[in-house]
Structure formats: structure tokens, C-alpha cells
């Protein structure tokens, strides 16, 4: 990639910060030109409690607790704070299952092991691997099933390929190329014939209890594959110089700001974010060219990206107020709504209740959750809402005890926020139970907001 | 042929990527060029991403041309390993007389089964009608001489004497194995294993304590008829008490194991609350409730297919937890668990009861697929035709490369200086088990191609790597390669 001249200009054009500063500036620089542009007024930044909220379900999956809510309003120092939750044991972690959830869905598929690739992605993230290592990792992963983690991505989209690793690593889909010429978009059925003969080389064998992937060299003959960007590879280790083709292309750098900006932001600069196309433009082209330049520039590193991300004050933006807005949500002049992941909810009705037994129950309610037809993706639909009701259900069968008779203390652990004078009027002389049940079952509960 | 077809899946013994990455750093680290420029170029393409993809793709080209000579050596290696060979005949080699102790065994149980099921399928064989083409088929099939063998080896004996395969069959998930053939749990597997564990160790305790209850209370039972003898004699066996306490484990949700485990421990309590209740006092001692005799006779029943199935997956189970790796505590509790006939009895592996009898195996499948003429022929059940059709598509072109290969074993056979020996490797169950044996071998090796490359075009020194003169062109090439990668990658045809 080449973008570091466009990317100087753009901070130049948009106010960039002095040496030595933090570069947040750069994504707010550019939108406050957007808005100005198209005469969109910015939605109120959030308060320091809906900020942790918001922080911590997008970097630990799970709201804060009341302590540390309470120790984040004595002292709020943000950029701490969030290099407090990155450092932690709970990011890698959950991170790991957003893009489990991402790759895989919640599926199970040609026997692949779903765990297998969750645990293989937390260790990478742990150690700081960067983005563009995992992903030419998972495109060219070969080995054991249940034992080298990265074989199951390859595995569980073992029927065309080509399709999930495109829409996953560069936003692109090559779906209706399988049978045809796409008709509003650049891509034709000799472009998905050529990137899917990447993966003529791979050697499906089931063992014992697992499944062995690899690739057979002698089956690198014939008509060589050919990467969107016209790239072919040079010698019979094609699945892994698709790797490199990929992570050296440009559409990997925006796809992968775009998802980021996605996770965080609940819309991407693209949206949907696997959906680059020639009639689906970015909302705000010099943003998604910003962060992209930024991931490459920061050696394609998720916690420095994070980082740059929720210091923004974009991050901050309200999602209250007004009415609903798409021209604004889509320059994120305003915060979209976004519904928790199943693993979300779980972990913070055990860390609103304090419940160990909530926590020792999470493996197991996942795993219920994995013999449904969930593709990837599904927070963006309502299917999603479905499941967490539906999970939600489950849980609120046998809750534990509510840590507090106070309905005050309930609304801080559940809501990181006091009740109001009418809920409290409402409330008044409910059975903390009743609280907790009427809590957990509000939309202000399930969703990021 | 027939053993590239068998061992493809389980010769791929490829090093994940991650350790080949660190070993071609190694590797690119400990070049000494010294003068030689090509060395040096090398070593900088080494560096790039382009040049570790075009160098694996040579250590995986090695390891390719290592798999094919191990797969052809693979039987000359199994006689190695065994026998020496002196003056063109082969003697057992010290220290393997347990081998031939085995070996033997499994031959003599392998032709008594063949010599009950031959003659029943013999006679099914000259019986058969000739139309349609089917029954022809199926009657050459039959007929050939290695047929029931290859049955047998590939079918039956798995159901009437498992291997360790039939128990990883099912904890494939939990269990992976390592270069060293031994089994561990893999970090991925650990949650699914504890719940196994959990399982295992909470049957494996209750009931033992059940049982151990049940002997007392049986003690003061009277000898009243046989099936209170009975009782009296298996009240001590946990797996009696293993069958009386299943019910609360039927239908068991993986999410929901400890709850379905707290109902088994309340259902052995239950059932020393409760079973005094079945029984009246006699001066002689106490007898069963007519009402409750034959809901006892009934898990007596379920007591003796329980057995037969434990005592089948005993020896498997022993094989399993002696190949599992130590300093595990996971695999401690397996090794429990699997002392445990009640647990045995518990998975789900289909094996004992009649289904353990080849004899009655073969009867039953013959009844489904063929039935009997008036005049005593036996021809294909239309409704299975189809079916039957597709399975014994080319049977006999497949039996000729198996026989084929076969024969390779025979010529070792030949040779033995032992005449047990010699009757089982020129026997059809002898020369099956050396292709067994010799598959699980060849499962755990990983060829190691890189090292292999490494060591064909370097010499290692003191002050390290030293590339040959004769590999620079292949070293040239490599370069070369690497540099025309890098300029494919920078292709970019996309327009925005």
C-alpha cells in the first residue's frame, strides 16, 4: 500500500495535531470537515459513566461493575482506562469470540472445531500478533483440527472458499460471481473461478475425532489462480501466498479499519462492512483512508487501533435525544444502537448480579447456542435480538439472587446509571427481583447505546 | 495402491506453520555466507515474507518425497523393527516375544470366528441364483477367497473385539495425538474433556459406594430362588448399581451436566431409601415383592448386555489410558474413569450383546439383504438391490489390489524361521494386521522436510551454514523466485 501521501494531506486538510500528540484529532478533524460539508450538526458527547459502559462491552464484553464505575467517575482518565482494559486477560478473550462469531458464525460445520479456532485467536491476540499475521494465518492454516486452532476458520468454510475469505479480509463479495457476472459490480465469474482455484490445493482428511487439513502440491497444476489485484502465485504453496497477495492488497487495509470502526462504532464507514462495492461507497471516504493508512502505519496492531479509536471523540458521540437520523448515524454524527452478542449479555447480568454461578453457566449457554443455523454476523439483523431474548429467557428462569435490595444499587450495577425520579416512582416497592427481571429485560440493558 | 488408499489421512504429518516460520528464522539466523554472495542473498530473502513462502514450499516438496518413501518402505520397516534377517531368513529380534505372544492370539481368536462364519457363508455362496446381474455379483463377491477376511478385519472385528480406535471413535473430540503416539488433551478440547472427566468420576464414585451398600443390604436377602442367588452374587458389582442409576443419565444435555449429575447421586440415595420397600422380611431373610420381580429380572437382563460390552471395551480403555501422556490431571481422571466397567457400559460405543457374536452379526445381515427360495436358492431382497448395488460396485478389481498387496506380506511370511509365525503372515489375518499395525506407524511419523532440504544443499560448520557448490543453482533459484513473488504482490489491477 501506498496511502502515506493521501493520509498527510488529510491530516493536513483536516487540522493535524502537532508531533508528539495523540493522533485522535485525525478522525475528528475529518469528521467535523464532513459535517461542516453537509451541514449535519454533531450529537453531545457522552458522559464519563456511559463512556465506561460503552468501553468496556466493547473491550472486555461485558458492562462495568459498580466498584468500577464508581472508581471510574472518582478518576476518569480515559486513555488509562483504556489501556487498562486492553492489558487485560478479558480482552483477548473477548475479542476472540467477536471474530469467532465473525469467521465462523455460531454454527457448527464439516466438523470443525469452533472452540478450537476461539482459543487459537485468543492466544494471537494475547501475544500481540498483529492482524496481518492472523489473517494469513487462517488463510493458509494446515494441521489437526483439534489441535492447531487456525485449521477450523479454513475448515467450517470448506464449500466455496473464496467467498467467506474475500467478504472476511477485503469486504468483498464475489457471491453472485459464483454463477454469473455480477451485475452492479466490477466482479465477474472468472474472477471468483480464479481466486477459488487458491483453494483446489487443499486435502480434507477425517481422522479419528478430527479432521486433517492440508495442502497436496501435486494438485497445484493446471490453470494457476489469480488474486483480485491480478497477483498469481509463483510456487505451489498457493493458499499461502493468497495470504500475502491479500495482506498486501489495499481493499485489506480498508476492510480492516472498516470492521474495527464497526465493532466500535456499531455502523462501518462501509456498511454493511463485508459489502465494499463499486455501488456501496463509504460514507465517509477520507475517514475510512485515514484508518486504514493508520493500521498500516501502526503495523496492523488491534490494541493500537482500538486505542486510536475509542480516543476519539467520535467514540463519545450521544446516541440519545433526538430522533432516529440515518443521514447523521451514517456520518456518525450520532451513535447507532447496537445489540449485545449473546456472550455480552451473559457476562454482564454476572458481573450486574455478581454472580459466579451466572459465570460458570456461560460455557454452557454458548454452547447451546452453537447447534443453531447462526451465520456470521448476526448482530446485524433481528435474528440476533431473537437469540438474546431468547437466551435471556433461559437466565431469567433461575437468576440469582439480586446482589441489593436498593433499586438505586441495581440501576448503577445493571445500567451504570441512578433511576430517574418517575422510575423510581414506578419502582417503588417492587420486590428487588421484580427489579432485576424488568432490568435485564430492557432495551437499555441489551444494547449498546 | 490399496495402502495409499488406507494411509493417506493419517501420513500427513505436516509441522504447523507457526514452528516451520521459527524454524526457517533459525535457519536464515545461522547462515555464514562468508564470501559467497548467493549465500548472502539468501539469507536476505529469508528475511521477507516471499522468501519464507518459497522456502517452505520446497521443505514441504521434501517432505512429500519423505511421505512416498515411507508409505513404499512401509512394510519392509514393520519386519525391520521385528525381525533380523540373516541368510535370507527373518528371526524375531530379543525383547519382542510379547509381539509374537499377541500376534498370535489375536490369530487364533480371528480364525475361530472365521471358522464359525465360513461355512454359513459358503453355503449362502453356492446357493445363489445367478438374475438378475445383482445376485451374480454379490455370489463372486462372496466367493472369493479373501472376501470374508477383508469383511471381517474391516467390519466385524471391530464390533466384536474393539480396537482402541472404537473408544477414540468417540472421544476423538477430547483426545489428540501426538508425534510420540501418545494421546493428550488439547487446550482447545480441556472444556468438553473436564465434562467427560466430571462424568466419569461421578458414575465411577457413586457407583462404587452403591455397590459396596448394596452387598451389605444383600447379605440379609434370602436365598429364595435363582434369581435372588443371582442377586445376592451381583449386588456387589458396581455395574449393577451403574444399571439400577442410568436412567438419570438418559437423555443427558451436555449443557446441563451438573444438574443431570446431581439427579444420579439423588437417585443412588433414592435407592437405598427406597428398595427395602420391594422386599418383605422372612424368618429366613428378606424376598422381592412379587410386583418388583420382574422389573428386577428385567435389569438383570440389562446387567448381563452391560458386561458383555464392558469386558469388550476393557482391554481397548486399558490400551487408551496407558497411551495417554502423563502430568495431566485430566488424564488422571480418565485413567479412573476407565477403571470403571459402569463407565465403559456408559459410552456410546455399539458394541456387546449379540451384536458381539460374529456368527450372529453375519446371520442377521444376510437375512436383511438375501432370502430364501422355495427351492432353496437365495437371491438379493429387491427393496436392498439398489443399495447392495452401489457398495459392490467393482468388487472384484477392488479385492485384486488388495490381494495385490497382500501378497508383498506373504513374501516376508515366507521367510520366517518361525512356523507359527510363517502359517500367520502367509494367513489372510496375519498379513491384515501388519497393514493395521503398519498404518498406526506411519500415523506418527511427520517426515521433516525442511531438515531434509537443509541438510542436502548446507554443510553445517562451527561458525554455521555453509551452502554447498553444487546447490547454488537451486539457491539462485529461490532468490529469483522470492523477487518475482514480491512484484506479484504489488499487482494492482483494482481500480477504486
Not at chain 1, 475469505?165 to 457471491?175: E, N, P, Q, T
Not at chain 1, 458521540?317 to 455480552?344: I, N, T
Not at chain 2, 498370535?104 to 449362502?124: N, Q, S, T, W
Not at chain 2, 469388550?312 to 501422556?325: D, F, G, I, Q, T
Amino acid at each position: 500500500m501506498s496511502s502515506r501521501t493521501s493520509v498527510l494531506f488529510l491530516l493536513l486538510a483536516a487540522g493535524a495535531p502537532a508531533a508528539g500528540q495523540a493522533p485522535a484529532p485525525g478522525i475528528d478533524g475529518i469528521l467535523a470537515a464532513h459535517w461542516k460539508g453537509a451541514g449535519i450538526a454533531p450529537a453531545p458527547l457522552v458522559g464519563d459513566a456511559e463512556f465506561l459502559r460503552r468501553l468496556s462491552l466493547d473491550l472486555a464484553g461485558r458492562i462495568p461493575s459498580k466498584a468500577e464505575l464508581e472508581a471510574f467517575l472518582r478518576k476518569p482518565d480515559r486513555a488509562a482506562k483504556i489501556d487498562e482494559l486492553l492489558a487485560s486477560p478479558e480482552f483477548p478473550r473477548f475479542w476472540s469470540e467477536v471474530w469467532t462469531a465473525w469467521l465462523n458464525g455460531y454454527a457448527a460445520a464439516f466438523d470443525s472445531n469452533r472452540e478450537g479456532l476461539r482459543f487459537w485467536l485468543e492466544k494471537e491476540i494475547r501475544e500481540g500478533a498483529p492482524w496481518d499475521r492472523i489473517v494469513s494465518r487462517l488463510v493458509s492454516a494446515s494441521g489437526v483440527s483439534n489441535v492447531d486452532g487456525s485449521v477450523n476458520f479454513i475448515l467450517h468454510n470448506g464449500v466455496d472458499p473464496a467467498i467467506k475469505v474475500s467478504r472476511a479480509f477485503l469486504g468483498i463479495r464475489l457471491d453472485c460471481a459464483k454463477c454469473h457476472d455480477h451485475p452492479f459490480d466490477r466482479w465477474t465469474q472468472k474472477h471468483f473461478e480464479e481466486m477459488s482455484r487458491f483453494f483446489a490445493t487443499i486435502r480434507r482428511e477425517n481422522l479419528t475425532g478430527s479432521v486433517r487439513v492440508s495442502d497436496a502440491s501435486d494438485r497445484a497444476g493446471g490453470p494457476k489462480p489469480r488474486f483480485l489485484t491480478g497477483s498469481q502465485p509463483v510456487t505451489a504453496r498457493w493458499r499461502e501466498e493468497l495470504g500475502y497477495f491479500i495482506t498486501e492488497s489495499r481493499p485489506f487495509g480498508r476492510a480492516f479499519a472498516n470492521r474495527l470502526w464497526y465493532h466500535f462504532m456499531g455502523r462501518g464507514i462501509v456498511d454493511p462492512p463485508d459489502d465494499f462495492s463499486l455501488r456501496n461507497k463509504p460514507s465517509v471516504p477520507a475517514l475510512l483512508d485515514f484508518l486504514a493508512a493508520e493500521a498500516e502505519t501502526r503495523a496492523w496492531d488491534l490494541r493500537s487501533m482500538a486505542r486510536l479509536i475509542c480516543l476519539s471523540d467520535a467514540y463519545r458521540r450521544s446516541s440519545a435525544g433526538a430522533p432516529r437520523d440515518p443521514k447523521a448515524e451514517a456520518a456518525f454524527a450520532r451513535r447507532v444502537l447496537k445489540p449485545l452478542l449473546p456472550e455480552q449479555v451473559i457476562d454482564s447480568l454476572a458481573v450486574a448480579l455478581d454472580s459466579d454461578a451466572l459465570r460458570q453457566r456461560r460455557a454452557a449457554a454458548l454452547r447451546g447456542l452453537l447447534g443453531r443455523s447462526f451465520g456470521e454476523d448476526f448482530s446485524l439483523t433481528w435474528r440476533h435480538r431473537e437469540t438474546v431474548q431468547d437466551l435471556m429467557a433461559k437466565f431469567a428462569l433461575d437468576l440469582p439472587a439480586p446482589p441489593s435490595a436498593s433499586t438505586e444499587d441495581l440501576y448503577l450495577r445493571m445500567l451504570s446509571r441512578r433511576p430517574t425520579a418517575r422510575e423510581r416512582e414506578l419502582l417503588r416497592g417492587r420486590p428487588a427481583a421484580e427489579v432485576v427481571s424488568a432490568l435485564a429485560h430492557s432495551n437499555e440493558f441489551y444494547f449498546g447505546h | 495402491m490399496r495402502l495409499t488408499v488406507l494411509l493417506a489421512p493419517l501420513l500427513l504429518g505436516i509441522a504447523p506453520q507457526e514452528d516451520l516460520d521459527r524454524r526457517v528464522d533459525d535457519f536464515a539466523a545461522k547462515i555464514a555466507p562468508g564470501d559467497d554472495g548467493v549465500a548472502a542473498k539468501l539469507k536476505e530473502a529469508l528475511k521477507t515474507r516471499p522468501g519464507k513462502i518459497v522456502l517452505r514450499d520446497r521443505a514441504e516438496k521434501a517432505a512429500e518425497t519423505l511421505r512416498r518413501i515411507a508409505e513404499r518402505d512401509a512394510v519392509p520397516d514393520y519386519f525391520k523393527a521385528r525381525f533380523e534377517e540373516k541368510d535370507g531368513v527373518f528371526r524375531l529380534r530379543a525383547g519382542q516375544e510379547d509381539y509374537r505372544k499377541r500376534l498370535l492370539g489375536e490369530a487364533a481368536a480371528a480364525k475361530a470366528d472365521l471358522d464359525r462364519i465360513r461355512p454359513v457363508v459358503a453355503e449362502v455362496a453356492e446357493s445363489m441364483v445367478s438374475e438378475p446381474e445383482i445376485n451374480a455379483r454379490l455370489k463372486a463377491y462372496l466367493s472369493h477367497p479373501a472376501t470374508l477376511e477383508s469383511i471381517y478385519h474391516k467390519d466385524l472385528r471391530r464390533q466384536t473385539r474393539p480396537d482402541i480406535y472404537v473408544l477414540l471413535r468417540k472421544m476423538g473430540e477430547v483426545f489428540a495425538q501426538g508425534e510420540d503416539g501418545r494421546f493428550f488433551v488439547p487446550e482447545a478440547g480441556r472444556d468438553k474433556a473436564r465434562l467427560y472427566a466430571k462424568v466419569g468420576e461421578t458414575v465411577s464414585r457413586t457407583t462404587a459406594d452403591s455397590a459396596a451398600w448394596l452387598k451389605t443390604f444383600f447379605e440379609g436377602v434370602a436365598p429364595f430362588d435363582e434369581l435372588h442367588k443371582r442377586l445376592k452374587a451381583d449386588a456387589g458389582d458396581p455395574l449393577f448399581s451403574g444399571i439400577l442409576l442410568q436412567k438419570a443419565l438418559q437423555n443427558l444435555d451436555p449443557n446441563d451436566v451438573d444438574s443431570a449429575l446431581r439427579k444420579y447421586e439423588e437417585r443412588a440415595a433414592e435407592l437405598k431409601a427406597k428398595l427395602p420397600e420391594v422386599f418383605m422380611d422372612t424368618p429366613q431373610g428378606k424376598i422381592l415383592s412379587e410386583n418388583a420381580a420382574g422389573e428386577v429380572q428385567e435389569k438383570l437382563g440389562d446387567l448381563d448386555r452391560a458386561r458383555s460390552k464392558a469386558r469388550l471395551l476393557r482391554e481397548p480403555a486399558r490400551e487408551l489410558v496407558s497411551r495417554l501422556r502423563d502430568g495431566d490431571e485430566l488424564n488422571d481422571s480418565f485413567r479412573k474413569a476407565f477403571g470403571s466397567d459402569a463407565v465403559l457400559a456408559l459410552l456410546d460405543v455399539d458394541v456387546g450383546g449379540e451384536d458381539s457374536d460374529a456368527l450372529a452379526i453375519v446371520t442377521a445381515r444376510i437375512k436383511q439383504a438375501l432370502r430364501k427360495r422355495d427351492d432353496g436358492k437365495y437371491e438379493v431382497i429387491p427393496e436392498v438391490a439398489e443399495e447392495l448395488g452401489r457398495e459392490l460396485k467393482d468388487p472384484v478389481q477392488n479385492q485384486a489390489k488388495e490381494d495385490r498387496f497382500l501378497r508383498v506380506i506373504s513374501m516376508y511370511g515366507e521367510k520366517m524361521d518361525d512356523p507359527a509365525l510363517k502359517a500367520v503372515f502367509t494367513s489372510w489375518h496375519g498379513r491384515h494386521e501388519v497393514e493395521r499395525v503398519a498404518k498406526e506407524t506411519l500415523a506418527s511419523k511427520n517426515p521433516d522436510g525442511l531438515a531434509w532440504w537443509i541438510d542436502r544443499h548446507f554443510e553445517k560448520g562451527a561458525d554455521g551454514y555453509r551452502l554447498r557448490p553444487a546447490s547454488r543453482p537451486e539457491i539462485e533459484a529461490i532468490v529469483a523466485e522470492t523477487e518475482k513473488l514480491r512484484k506479484e504482490a504489488g499487482k494492482n489491477e483494482l481500480k477504486d
